[in-house]
């Protein structure tokens, strides 16, 4: 049995870091003992900001964003076309668009995908907030930007069908080749989704 080299509070702060995505027990003791060693240029200033957020982050109560105001400062912002929405499974996926760029389109946060084997089913997931966004009116296009996996799949059918019959024109991202990607080096799933939606050049 490992004898002990330090306090419970420390062993806490690993124990919680290590339950932190990416970081595992290792990764944890390293980044608490870099923390602890730089105490008043790191650990309390970080203290500090997770205390605070822990008091002000709200999830937007329009689209399923974190922010510290509800609604969220995407959802506010007027310079957006809010007559297009951008439907992700995550708030990561959320921010990962905004780093490309892509688009100034507003979004909605579905929670996760739906998967039966897992029981996540529709009332799990933020989806009748976003049909009821859609017949409030005013969106002009959903364009569905959940991951290309059966359970991703499924939920975008399953989206389809709650808002068929209504005015919005439905899309989803491409699938295929990445940006330098090598033939080669693809799945047959990756190859032959890119090849159904090939495009003239």
């Not at 650990?43 to 709200?58: C, F, N, S, W, Y």
């Not at 780093?99 to 100034?104: D, H, I, K, S, V």
């Not at 975008?156 to 209504?166: E, K, N, P």
């Not at 090598?182 to 799933?189: A, N, R, T």
């Amino acid at each position: 049995m490992a004898k002990r080299v330090t306090g419970p509070e420390i062993e806490k702060l690993i124990q919680l870091l290590a339950k932190v995505p990416g970081l595992g027990p290792r990764s944890a003791r390293r980044a608490a003992l870099h923390l602890v060693k730089k105490k008043d240029q790191l650990l309390g200033p970080l203290a500090d900001a997770m205390g605070e957020a822990h008091r002000k982050v709200r999830i937007c109560s329009c689209c399923g964003n974190v922010d510290t105001s509800d609604p969220c400062t995407v959802c506010t912002d007027v310079r957006r076309d809010h007559a297009v929405i951008i439907v992700v499974e995550d708030v990561s996926d959320l921010w990962a668009l905004e780093r490309a760029g892509a688009m100034n389109a507003a979004y909605h946060v579905l929670g996760g995908t739906l998967s039966p084997l897992d029981g996540v089913g529709p009332d799990d997931l933020n989806i009748r907030g976003l049909v009821d966004r859609v017949v409030k009116g005013g969106v002009r296009e959903l364009i569905i930007a959940v991951n290309a996996t059966v359970e991703g799949q499924t939920t975008a059918h399953y989206i389809t069908d709650q808002l068929s019959g209504l005015e919005v024109k439905i899309t989803r991202l491409a699938h295929g080749v990445p940006v330098g990607g090598e033939l080669d080096y693809l799945d047959e799933g990756t190859l032959t989704a890119a090849l159904r939606a090939r495009t003239a050049i």
